[in-house]
């Protein structure tokens, strides 16, 4: 057989098998509901890669809840497994947060700067609170200081995948989470 056209995975070692992430995002959903108390919520999911940390999320929190959802998406510049620092909001939310209290749920923190620049563009239009709950988080990566209200699981220095997280808009479907290889990157 002729070695070259052996065809490499580029999906590495398994980081969070299902149920971690199931109980991580438990984890959270009891942290959120003990702090919320009976108050309504708008979680706001960060797209596309909290799609299903936002599905996941809201039915941890109580199902007679008064919790509504709503998404916005953004776009860093710069090439794909590491973001430039220019940060540009692709999809506003549909509807006004003022005065609500607001949870932005985002996949993963790595540098900081995208949950820097959704915090700063949220708190200017008067929300009731603004908390933030991430399922992933790279703290030793961190450009800038940002506050994390939930952090669900302590990240690999790694380029992961799985469970909504992508590589070239690929693997999101992934149930678990998992490491890209390094030459996949480069490649
Ligand atoms: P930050 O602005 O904190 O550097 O990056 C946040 C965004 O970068 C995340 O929402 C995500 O889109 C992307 N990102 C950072 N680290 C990873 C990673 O390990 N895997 C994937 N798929 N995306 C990442």
Request: glycine residues 6%; negative net charge; charged residues 25%.
């Given at each position: 057989m002729n070695p070259n056209s052996v065809t490499r995975e580029p999906l590495g070692a398994i980081v969070f098998h299902a149920d971690e992430i199931a109980a991580a995002v438990g984890r959270l959903g009891q942290a959120l509901t003990n702090d919320l108390r009976d108050e309504p919520v708008l979680l706001v999911g960060v797209l596309k890669g909290a799609l299903f940390l936002v599905a996941d999320l809201a039915r941890a929190?109580?199902?007679?809840?008064d919790i509504r959802i709503d998404f916005l998406a953004v776009a860093s510049y710069g090439n794909s497994t590491r973001s430039s620092g220019e940060v540009r909001l692709l999809k506003d939310t549909s509807?006004?947060?003022?005065?609500k209290n607001v949870v932005i749920v985002e996949d993963i923190v790595d540098n900081g700067l995208t949950l820097d620049y959704l915090q700063r563009l949220l708190a200017s239009r008067n929300p009731a609170s603004l908390r933030s709950c991430v399922l992933?988080?790279?703290?030793?990566?961190?450009?800038v200081d940002v506050t994390i209200d939930y952090t669900g699981l302590l990240a690999p220095d790694a380029f992961i995948v799985g469970y909504g997280l992508d590589y070239q808009e690929k693997?999101?479907?992934?149930?678990y989470l998992a490491r890209l290889e390094e030459w996949a990157l480069e490649s």
């Amino acid at each position: 057989m002729n070695p070259n056209s052996v065809t490499r995975e580029p999906l590495g070692a398994i980081v969070f098998h299902a149920d971690e992430i199931a109980a991580a995002v438990g984890r959270l959903g009891q942290a959120l509901t003990n702090d919320l108390r009976d108050e309504p919520v708008l979680l706001v999911g960060v797209l596309k890669g909290a799609l299903f940390l936002v599905a996941d999320l809201a039915r941890a929190l109580p199902p007679r809840a008064d919790i509504r959802i709503d998404f916005l998406a953004v776009a860093s510049y710069g090439n794909s497994t590491r973001s430039s620092g220019e940060v540009r909001l692709l999809k506003d939310t549909s509807e006004s947060i003022e005065g609500k209290n607001v949870v932005i749920v985002e996949d993963i923190v790595d540098n900081g700067l995208t949950l820097d620049y959704l915090q700063r563009l949220l708190a200017s239009r008067n929300p009731a609170s603004l908390r933030s709950c991430v399922l992933l988080d790279k703290p030793y990566r961190r450009l800038v200081d940002v506050t994390i209200d939930y952090t669900g699981l302590l990240a690999p220095d790694a380029f992961i995948v799985g469970y909504g997280l992508d590589y070239q808009e690929k693997y999101r479907n992934l149930p678990y989470l998992a490491r890209l290889e390094e030459w996949a990157l480069e490649s």
